[in-house]
């Protein structure tokens, strides 16, 4: 008689982790606020994406809910890059902005590098000017990009000290997978990154005590590039066309799937993060949290006293 046990799977909470990380936000920006300090967040929108829409007002929310400014700047597409560089130039020199978001992608018709560095790096909460990405792999105090932040904060809650572990992240982009290895590797994990000219893949996967897939294709990461036990981050948000069944079918929704296939990764893995609920929250998270820390920098290097 052969049994099946299916191995239980801890299911890391992003939604739950993230209220943690918002609560400690709010009580640095009532610290903040007792000394005459409200945060300020800009956040720069352009174009009709529905999907950065529900991002943007999803930040936007959130910032409110834990006492931050925001400041909402949305355009059409007729923008032209000398407006946008002409707004970030006045954002930068704003008092009360301390932080400074251009929500990605941009439109062809802008340079998206030269945006970026238009950005006062002491307000570039997104961590992707030059001097913050240099300043993240020498390992320095610097604002670092949301996604990987909040990723570290979960794997650090699900398998406390990282030290020693290996670490496989799928994906290279500037936004995800190299800082994630930046991060990782200041924890002391052996890194691993893989892109698309990886030779099988699958087998140093399978090695890896801790997977973090950032790739874009849905469902790509099963059971078989997992070793039984492994910690899986799906960063991945793909929305896909569901089918309709019974009374509207026919019609048209769309879902969010990770890059993780989560029933077939939850059979090997010993924790695993959902989507949506995963990483998402987090990143919004860390972003209200980089706007405190810009708020504090900024006053650090104005002279002023130290904010607490
Ligand atoms: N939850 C969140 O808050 C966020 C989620 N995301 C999501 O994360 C995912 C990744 O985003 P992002 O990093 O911006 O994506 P990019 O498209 O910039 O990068 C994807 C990476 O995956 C690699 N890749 C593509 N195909 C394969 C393959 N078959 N095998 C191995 N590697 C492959 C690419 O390799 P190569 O470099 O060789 O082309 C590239 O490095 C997306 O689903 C995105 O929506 C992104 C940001 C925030
Ligand atoms: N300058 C810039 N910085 C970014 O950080 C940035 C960006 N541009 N462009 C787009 C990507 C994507 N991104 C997400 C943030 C939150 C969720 C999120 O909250 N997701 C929810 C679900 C939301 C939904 O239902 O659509 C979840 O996973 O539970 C997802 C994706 C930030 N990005």
């Given at each position: 008689?052969?049994?099946?046990?299916?191995?239980?799977?801890?299911?890391?909470?992003?939604?739950?982790?993230?209220?943690?990380?918002?609560?400690?936000?709010?009580?640095?920006?009532?610290?903040?606020?007792?000394?005459?300090?409200?945060?300020?967040?800009?956040?720069?929108?352009?174009?009709?994406?529905?999907?950065?829409?529900?991002?943007?007002?999803?930040?936007?929310?959130?910032?409110?809910?834990?006492?931050?400014?925001?400041?909402?700047?949305?355009f059409?597409?007729t923008?032209?890059?000398?407006?946008?560089?002409?707004?970030?130039?006045?954002?930068?020199?704003?008092?009360?902005?301390?932080?400074?978001?251009?929500?990605?992608?941009?439109?062809d018709?802008?340079?998206?590098?030269?945006?970026?560095?238009?950005i006062?790096?002491?307000?570039?909460?997104?961590?992707?000017?030059?001097?913050?990405?240099?300043?993240?792999?020498q390992?320095?105090?610097?604002?670092?990009?949301?996604?990987?932040?909040?990723?570290?904060?979960?794997?650090?809650?699900?398998?406390?000290d990282?030290?020693?572990?290996?670490?496989?992240?799928?994906?290279?982009?500037?936004?995800?997978?190299?800082?994630?290895?930046?991060?990782?590797?200041?924890?002391?994990?052996?890194?691993?990154?893989?892109?698309?000219?990886?030779?099988n893949?699958?087998?140093?996967?399978?090695?890896?005590?801790?997977?973090?897939?950032?790739?874009?294709?849905?469902?790509?990461?099963?059971?078989?590039?997992?070793?039984?036990?492994?910690?899986?981050?799906?960063?991945?948000?793909?929305?896909?066309?569901?089918?309709?069944?019974?009374?509207?079918?026919?019609?048209?929704?769309?879902r969010?799937?990770?890059?993780?296939?989560?029933?077939?990764?939850s059979?090997?893995?010993?924790?695993?993060?959902?989507?949506?609920?995963?990483?998402?929250?987090?990143?919004?998270?860390?972003l209200?949290?980089?706007?405190?820390?810009?708020?504090?920098?900024?006053?650090?290097?104005?002279?002023?006293?130290?904010?607490?």
């Amino acid at each position: 008689m052969s049994t099946t046990t299916q191995a239980s799977v801890t299911l890391i909470d992003g939604k739950a982790c993230a209220e943690r990380v918002l609560a400690e936000v709010a009580e640095s920006v009532k610290h903040l606020a007792a000394e005459g300090t409200i945060p300020g967040l800009a956040v720069v929108l352009i174009g009709e994406d529905p999907a950065s829409h529900v991002y943007v007002r999803n930040k936007i929310r959130k910032a409110e809910a834990v006492g931050i400014h925001s400041f909402e700047h949305r355009f059409d597409t007729t923008l032209s890059q000398a407006e946008l560089l002409s707004l970030i130039d006045t954002l930068n020199k704003d008092p009360e902005v301390n932080g400074i978001l251009v929500q990605l992608p941009l439109p062809d018709t802008i340079d998206e590098e030269a945006v970026i560095q238009a950005i006062d790096p002491l307000k570039d909460v997104d961590g992707f000017h030059h001097a913050n990405v240099g300043g993240l792999v020498q390992g320095r105090d610097v604002l670092t990009p949301c996604t990987p932040s909040g990723c570290l904060r979960l794997l650090q809650e699900t398998c406390g000290d990282l030290t020693g572990k290996h670490a496989v992240i799928v994906g290279r982009s500037n936004i995800v997978g190299k800082p994630m290895a930046s991060l990782l590797l200041h924890a002391h994990c052996s890194v691993t990154l893989l892109h698309s000219r990886s030779v099988n893949p699958k087998a140093i996967a399978r090695q890896a005590d801790i997977v973090v897939a950032a790739v874009g294709r849905p469902k790509m990461i099963d059971a078989s590039w997992l070793k039984p036990g492994a910690v899986v981050i799906d960063v991945g948000i793909n929305r896909v066309e569901q089918a309709v069944d019974g009374e509207n079918k026919g019609e048209r929704k769309t879902r969010l799937v990770g890059d993780v296939d989560f029933a077939s990764a939850s059979q090997v893995a010993k924790a695993i993060t959902p989507v949506p609920g995963g990483v998402g929250p987090m990143t919004i998270a860390y972003l209200m949290q980089n706007t405190v820390a810009a708020t504090k920098r900024q006053h650090r290097q104005a002279g002023q006293p130290a904010l607490t």
